[in-house]
């Protein structure tokens, strides 16, 4: 028998957690962590945002979250061992540049959150 690929193995996890992650959505349609803390997750309205860029509707994809776009960035980034650019300095940087990216647009929706501004 033959021994599945590193990129067929990975597709198989991405898929598993695209499936799991939908069903959630599917049957629950709400966010534990803010369940749970009342407090919006790094993630909160990501799911909402895809559903809206699959409609073609980017505006409201970039109100349900302005970082939608980073999901498929990352997966091809993983997809290819986080190793697409010729440098590995220029991959960390790129790397670093997202998560910071990620971070700040998560601060600042936090901080509209608690204001009252962002209802999500």
Request: with cysteine; proline share 3%; charged share 15%.
């Given at each position: 028998m033959?021994?599945?690929?590193r990129?067929?193995?990975k597709l198989l996890i991405l898929a598993a957690c695209a499936a799991v992650?939908?069903?959630?959505?599917l049957l629950f349609g709400f966010c534990p962590i803010r369940a749970v803390t009342g407090?919006?997750?790094p993630s909160c309205g990501?799911?909402?945002?895809w559903l809206a860029a699959l409609r073609l509707d980017l505006e409201a994809a970039f109100f349900y979250h302005p970082m939608f776009w980073i999901v498929p960035v990352v997966a091809v980034l993983w997809l290819f061992g986080f190793q697409p650019?010729?440098?590995k300095r220029a991959n960390i940087w790129l790397l670093a540049t997202?998560?910071?990216g990620f971070a700040v647009c998560y601060i600042?929706?936090?901080?509209?959150?608690?204001?009252?501004?962002?209802?999500?």
């Open positions: 033959r021994k599945p690929s990129l067929g193995s992650l939908g069903v959630w959505a407090v919006i997750c990501m799911s909402r945002a650019l010729r440098s997202l998560g910071i600042a929706r936090l901080a509209m959150f608690l204001h009252g501004d962002l209802i999500i």
